[in-house]
């Protein structure tokens, strides 16, 4: 295999040919940095190991040697692979926790597959651990081989799990009140949702699947604490696929715990409508003529009490 | 000593870090706790539930603020969305002062969200000093550079970690956060002596010290905190109180974390170190007026 066809991580500039043999200057410690960096976001082995090459076909051990002193017990490769270990368990671990339910779907061996390939594509861009999964989704699109043959379940899954990071710590702004409301006819009311509010229209019921997931794992975590006191907690029960069927989740929270609530498709669809920026009465058209207003009246008075709207 | 312009001259004894299975426990039991050192990314976010905990544990505590991704050593410049955040938290907690590591982590704006070790050239060190002055102007408030515990050296390195350090903080003019199981992790991983290090920093610049659990594996030493402090440690600690006098003091415990009355257990040992400290100053003194009135 052409070693020279090794993708570059998405954001990442090339790394220099050689490592910089003395730094004098910004741009010698950028490239420092640069190399460095190239090499610890290079896959690890199968078995976790530094990758034995260079992404120009050099031996990994010769281009470390380049920049990383050996001492007395550990080589300059050895050196680097204790960083690159580091890096990709604690990145992969971030993914791991947020993500309990498309690991259940996907199975450990496969689940950690599809994070290594999504992080060696799409690595961190933000000072957070929080957002490492946030392209996860678009990804799982992207390159369908890590997911097959679940992949749009796995997609659909993925969304509800960001969706809760969002959920747990996005902004929220002044609430809009009834008054407020009232004050502006239907005709020009435009209604902002809150951002910690995400809308998913899916194919199956990923509420569902990963409530069962989480209390499955809470049980056995449970079951793993008092087990000098017991028996050995049984072997992980699987959890059953959802079964296709289309559902509408409010993902959001109440005041500070996650909730995920289900609405019908024409309360989806208004909600819908209000977050692309349409008028009150526009929203409402849209969800069609099945819908009387009382109806109406009694939806808005529950997401007014839930409090996602805000001004926009 | 204790107080000095690093730490706003404050005079904050042994803290603990604010850790989520501690929350409720804290929450509901209120225990006594001098200071908690958060770390700032945690809160650095939009809303919800973790500046919720805040305002709370703010209502009750001194908080100071302790970062890990400013990577003041990073050649990239300091990213001015994230300084925004960041002013505003150290508003929220109004931390007398700020910690993050004399490390770097970034490139190009991508993160590897680890502490990565420096080469010790003075380019290198004049460039970490200038950032660390940007963000001090920018957020208002003192700022204390952590050396991090490190597993590799760079060939381009002209000087060792400790004359690199008193160089940051010197062209800085910034404190010290002194990581005594950091000194001593490298220490092992370099064979270098951990004493030395300690005699080359700048003692008046020490704002604050961490102590911490590691790991030892065959060939080197981890910087796990997930232990309590391993003896070496605590001796190290006590001779860098000796030396920059009785400073704030943190335990670091973030993996496999215990109870909390065990992690204050941990911390609270810190105490006797510190009495032997003071004790050992008390009978200087008694020597030094001794010789004084003794007559010629
Ligand atoms: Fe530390």
Redesign the pocket.
């Known amino acids: 295999m052409p070693r020279s066809t090794l993708p570059t991580p998405s954001g990442l500039k090339p790394p220099p040919k050689h490592a910089p043999r003395r730094l004098r200057t910004d741009a010698d410690l950028r490239a420092l940095q640069r190399m460095m960096t190239h090499a610890l976001l290079q896959p690890l082995t199968a078995d976790d190991e530094l990758a034995p090459r260079w992404r120009d076909g050099r031996p990994m051990a010769e281009v470390a040697a380049e920049f990383i002193k050996p001492n007395d017990r550990l080589s300059s490769f050895e050196r680097l692979q204790i960083y690159a270990r580091g890096y990709w368990f604690r990145v992969i671990d971030g993914v791991y926790e947020d993500h309990p339910g498309l690991r259940a779907l996907l199975g450990d061996k496969k689940f950690s597959a599809l994070v290594r390939a999504y992080l060696a594509k799409y690595p961190s861009r933000s000072f957070t651990m929080r957002n490492l999964s946030s392209r996860l989704p678009q990804f799982i699109r992207e390159a369908p081989r890590w997911t097959a043959p679940r992949t749009a379940l796995a997609h659909a899954v993925a969304r509800f799990e960001w969706a809760q990071t969002i959920a747990f710590d996005a902004a929220a702004l002044p609430v809009l009140t009834a008054a407020e409301i009232a004050r502006t006819p239907p005709a020009r009311l435009r209604l902002g949702l809150q951002p910690y509010v995400s809308l998913l229209a899916v194919d199956w019921p990923v509420d569902d699947y990963v409530m069962a997931v989480k209390t499955r794992d809470a049980l056995r975590r449970e079951a793993s604490h008092a087990v000098e006191h017991g028996p050995r907690p049984a072997a992980r029960k699987k959890i059953p696929l959802p079964r296709r069927r289309r559902v509408f989740i409010v993902v959001h929270r109440y005041p500070h715990r996650l909730y995920y609530k289900r609405v019908d498709s024409a309360g989806f669809k208004i909600l819908t409508a209000l977050a692309a920026g349409r008028t009150l009465a526009r929203a409402v058209a849209a969800a069609g003529r099945g819908v009387t207003p009382r109806q109406v009246g009694e939806w808005f008075a529950t997401w007014m009490e839930l409090g996602w709207f805000c001004r926009r | 000593m204790p107080a000095n312009r690093f730490n706003a001259f404050t005079d904050y004894g042994i803290g603990l870090g604010l850790r989520v299975p501690h929350y409720a426990h804290i929450l509901e039991q209120k225990p006594t706790c001098d200071w908690f050192e958060i770390i700032s990314e945690n809160f650095m976010v939009d809303g919800g539930r973790p500046l919720h905990v805040l305002d709370q544990i703010l209502e009750q505590y001194r908080v100071v603020q302790?970062g890990v991704s400013m990577y003041f050593g990073s050649a990239d410049q300091p990213d001015r969305a994230h300084l925004k955040k960041l002013k505003a938290l150290v508003r929220r907690t109004k931390t007398p002062w700020l910690s993050d590591?004399l490390c770097w982590g970034s490139v190009d704006g991508t993160f590897t969200h680890d502490l990565l070790p420096m080469p010790y050239t003075l380019a290198a060190a004049k460039r970490t000093a200038e950032k660390i002055r940007q963000v001090r102007d920018y957020l208002e408030v003192p700022i204390c550079v952590?050396n991090?515990s490190s597993y590799a050296e760079f060939h381009v390195s002209e000087m060792t970690e400790w004359e690199f350090l008193s160089e940051v903080v010197e062209r800085a003019d910034c404190g010290i956060?002194l990581?005594v199981?950091?000194i001593y992790v490298s220490a092992q991983n370099h064979s270098f002596d951990p004493y030395d290090y300690l005699r080359g920093v700048p003692a008046d610049r020490v704002g604050q010290i961490?102590v911490?659990g590691h790991t030892k594996f065959e060939q080197y030493l981890l910087d796990t905190?997930d232990h309590p402090v391993l003896d070496p440690v605590w001796k190290l600690y006590a001779q860098a109180i000796r030396q920059c006098g009785v400073t704030a003091t943190?335990l670091?415990w973030d993996d496999k974390i215990p109870s909390f009355e065990e992690v204050h257990d941990e911390a609270m040992k810190a105490n006797a170190f510190i009495a032997g400290a003071r004790t050992a100053k008390a009978a200087k003194r008694t020597a030094k007026t001794h010789t004084a009135l003794a007559p010629p």
């Open positions: 302790h590591h952590e991090v956060l990581d199981n950091n961490h911490a905190h943190l670091e």
